[in-house]
């Protein structure tokens, strides 16, 4: 098995090369090595990314907000990185395969893997409603183009057709799904408001059934006690009367 020790500053100094030279930093970039290394800095991004979408999610930037969905952030960004990472790569690699690349999967893994220093600026860019999310779609196919041009030497207008078209299709879908994702919040905010007044609605009628069977049960209480003083008092009369009556008859 490989063995790979985890170089912070390595790890930034590649970051900050992939995002400021990335035709040089792919130029450079070995084409094997084992999966281990990249696989590091894909995570190390996706922990970065997660960290960001926690700290907003946590301030109320992010369509679904909270410190539950914050915490969740740090856990599942990284995991769903380093896992799809390998998915993505595979569908880049046929991609490349079909527009004529000679290159094996584990090229495609380690470009796919040091494209993912983007994350951390997806992440900043997706708290911009659907302009970020199209943005970051954007950078995405821009550093594609370049890994297709530089590391798979695929011709350039080629590179650019295929992959602008695959953008293009991909910021529709974010767009669209952002919309999606952020009616589905409005309406469940909107049903959650319509449960609270009814409830209040149904709190209100049971306090107003109560007051009225506690109005009656009071009134019903004193009825009573007035037929009980009315019947000890027509008791006492009869008593009395009894007693004048036995007094005469002695």
């Excluded at 997706?126 to 970020?132: A, C, H, R």
Aim: charged share 20%.
């Amino acid at each position: 098995m490989e063995k790979e020790s985890i170089d912070l500053n390595e790890i930034k100094e590649t970051a900050i090369k992939v995002l400021t030279s990335p035709q040089a930093f792919f130029k450079e970039m070995p084409k094997t090595g084992g999966y281990i290394k990249p696989l590091i800095f894909m995570i190390a991004m996706g922990v970065i990314g997660g960290l960001i979408q926690s700290i907003f999610s946590i301030i109320g930037l992010k369509v679904a907000t909270g410190l539950a969905m914050g915490l969740a952030s740090i856990i599942l960004v990284p995991i769903i990185v380093g896992i799809f990472g390998f998915v993505g790569a595979a569908i880049l690699y046929l991609i490349w395969k079909l527009m004529g690349s000679q290159e094996e999967y584990e090229t495609a893994y380690r470009c796919a893997a040091y494209i993912s220093a983007l994350t951390p600026i997806t992440c900043v860019l997706g708290i911009v409603p659907y302009i970020g999310g199209a943005v970051g779609v954007a950078l995405a196919m821009y550093f594609t183009i370049i890994a297709t041009i530089v590391v798979h030497q695929i011709p350039s207008q080629r590179a650019w057709l295929v992959f602008g078209i695959i953008g293009a299709l991909l910021i529709l879908l974010t767009i669209t799904g952002e919309i999606s994702s952020r009616r589905m919040v409005r309406d469940v905010g909107k049903f959650q408001k319509q449960m609270e007044g009814t409830t209040k609605e149904m709190q209100k009628q049971m306090e107003g059934v109560t007051k009225e069977i506690q109005k009656a049960t009071e009134d019903a209480t004193k009825e009573m006690q007035k037929n009980i003083e009315e019947a000890t008092k027509a008791l006492e009369e009869l008593q009395k009367q009894m007693e004048k009556s036995k007094e005469k008859s002695d």
